[in-house]
């Protein structure tokens, strides 16, 4: 994925593979576990993801993550 670290775009991987499988989002919680990284490295880098406008949540709510779809490169095409 453009613009991501690699550890950013796995991650992002795992949150689109994950909503689509269950139905809602992973916590913080799940994404550090499943990373084998600390729950503030799994926030961190969730947040750098969401700098870039890819992810989005509502804060202190969980299970909110969504993934922001970009806009189409060739809308003009539409």
């Known amino acids: 994925m453009k613009g991501l670290t690699a550890r ?8 689109i593979t994950y909503r689509e499988t269950s139905g809602i989002s992973p916590s ?11 729950l503030h490295t799994a926030q961190e880098i969730t947040g750098c993801i969401r700098k870039k406008g890819l992810i989005a949540w509502e804060a202190s ?10 806009p189409l490169q060739n809308s003009h095409l539409v």
């Open 8 to 15: 950013q775009a796995e991650i992002m991987k795992y949150i």
């Open 28 to 38: 913080f919680r799940e994404i550090a576990e499943r990373f084998e990284i600390s």
């Open 61 to 70: 709510k969980a299970r909110t993550i969504k993934v922001v779809l970009p």
